[in-house]
């Protein structure tokens, strides 16, 4: 009965497109489950609760899967992921580049967010205290204890700091990789502030750590990190026939810009404990406006204005 139902939908939409602009075709109901991945980094916690709360306000049903960069792509090529708004670009270029090019993923091409950066970083009391570069890392091997900070096993950027330690670019042959997550590895950050130890970790933005840290980010990383401290664009991939498969959830998802501002903002509270979705429910009650770009073009799933019911879905909660 859905099936007929959709098709009667669309039929009448295309019926009335000499006298309206046509919607957006609503999906039909193998769409309403939306699986995310999730790596476990705090923006894309941001960024996932974001639109897994404006789904939940067009009729559908967002999860959540928590895994690795690699276990992330793969299980987009399975096509037991639909959706991830964290492929950082370039540092996860190596990772996912097998899957793009045995067509098994389809990244958007419009990024979700520019401006962003990821290398290392210290405390500005260690910066001020000369290291400054990555060739400083190695002349403070004592203060450092031999080691750099990372975050979680399987991590892209993991693999960058291996690959300098297992190369001894930069002399760091000696030093040792702390691999956690980025919660245990801004445990440490914070612990090394607190008693004006030096450490060295991986750091990017948009996260909290910019505001509520201070911290530099190191220069002469260019060939590991890439130029300009890193800079990263964060892309959305898909399986390459999501589109074709759920084309008003697409829509939606291709619709998605963020800013460094609105995610350090959202990531705030989450790094609080706040859960990711209340953390994006209360952000987006704040700023709505957000919506008339969001879902240009999008309907409910089954076929209704999209802005006017995530903004009663928001008014409800």
């Known amino acids: 009965m859905k099936r007929i139902l959709t098709a009667a939908l669309c039929a009448l939409g295309m019926a009335s497109a000499i006298t309206a602009a046509p919607a957006q075709a609503s999906d039909p109901g193998v769409c309403r489950n939306v699986r995310f991945a999730d790596v476990g980094w705090t923006d894309i916690a941001a960024t996932t609760g974001i639109a897994s709360t404006i789904f939940s306000g067009l009729g559908y049903n967002p999860t959540k899967t928590i895994a690795s960069v690699p276990i992330t792509f793969a299980g987009i090529k399975s096509k037991q992921i639909d959706v991830f708004l964290g492929y950082w670009a370039p540092t996860m270029d190596p990772i996912i580049d097998p899957f793009v090019k045995a067509g098994s993923i389809k990244v958007l091409p419009t990024p979700n967010l ?22 400083d890392i190695a002349k403070y091997a004592d203060k ?9 096993p399987g991590n892209d950027g993991n ?3 291996k690959k300098m330690i297992d190369s ?3 002399g760091l ?3 040792k990789l702390v691999e956690s997550s980025e919660a245990g590895m801004l445990v440490q950050v914070n612990k090394a502030t607190r008693e004006k130890q ?3 970790f991986l750091g990017w933005e948009p996260h909290p750590m910019n505001v509520q840290m201070k911290i530099d980010y190191l220069s002469g990383g260019d060939d590991v990190f890439g130029p300009n401290y890193g800079e990263a664009k964060v892309f959305t991939a898909t399986p390459p026939d999501y589109a074709a498969r759920c084309p008003n959830a697409a829509k939606f998802v291709s619709n998605l810009q963020f800013t460094t501002g609105i995610e350090n903002h959202v990531m705030v509270p989450i790094m609080n404990k706040e859960d990711p979705n209340k953390a994006a429910l209360a952000w987006l009650k704040a700023n709505p406006q957000v919506l008339n770009q969001w879902l240009a073009g999008v309907t409910t799933i089954d076929g209704k204005d999209g802005l006017t019911a995530v903004k009663g879905y928001l008014a409800s909660h």
């Open 168 to 170: 001894n670019q930069f």
């Open 159 to 161: 693999a960058l700091i």
């Open 198 to 200: 030096w450490i060295v």
């Open 144 to 152: 450092l204890d031999g080691k750099i900070y990372g975050i979680e």
């Open 173 to 175: 042959g000696k030093f």
């Open 114 to 135: 520019t401006g962003a950066k990821y290398t290392l970083a210290v405390p500005d009391y260690v910066y001020n205290g000369g290291l400054k570069s990555f060739a």
